[in-house]
């Protein structure tokens, strides 16, 4: 991509400027930095999954990884997380580095779903739970998720993570796609 071209909605159509950042700039901001991610880093996430939908073969109460559509393989990213130890140290004394886990949500029907984030070794990351209400509202939810050789965090070496649901009621969860990278705060 030799250019891009972004363009804001009129501030006017919202009720509050609270809104408008949270529903218009942060979803825009979030996306924008997934893409430059993306193109900076290829890999973070699977380019033939980006547009289609999944869901799981079965929508109940139990969390379920999202496995139904494209392939017979659930909802996946692998992510390798050593690239923390080519980054420069300068930045590493200034800053913190943190996984942004950013996944692009909804849900079918009536009810609220939750999303999560499982390593392939089965252990959930902490702080990646995401609730979903908004019947049909496709949304960018973002969480910062911890870095490093504790439990329940991202892993410094490369790794498989899934994105698992469960819903309440009749609704269905759907995962359009996700990605992870790393910031730096």
Known sequence: MSGSRL?????NTFESPKEYVEKHLAPLVTELHRVTNELLSPGSSSAEEWGVDMVPSKADAIFRRLDKRVDDSPKHVIFDG???FSLPKELLRAKQAKIMFTAVLYTKGKGEAQFRLVRDDGVVVENSVIYVSEQHTVA????????GDQPGSISP???T??????????CIPVCRRFSLSFVYI
Do not use: K, M, V, W
């Not at 960018?140 to 870095?147: N, S, V």
């Open 7 to 11: 363009e804001l909605a009129n501030p």
């Open 82 to 84: 050593s690239e923390y």
């Open 140 to 147: 960018t939810y973002t969480r910062h998720l911890p870095f």
């Open 157 to 159: 070496d490369s790794r």
């Open 161 to 170: 993570y899934y994105i698992e649901a469960s819903s309440q009621g009749r």
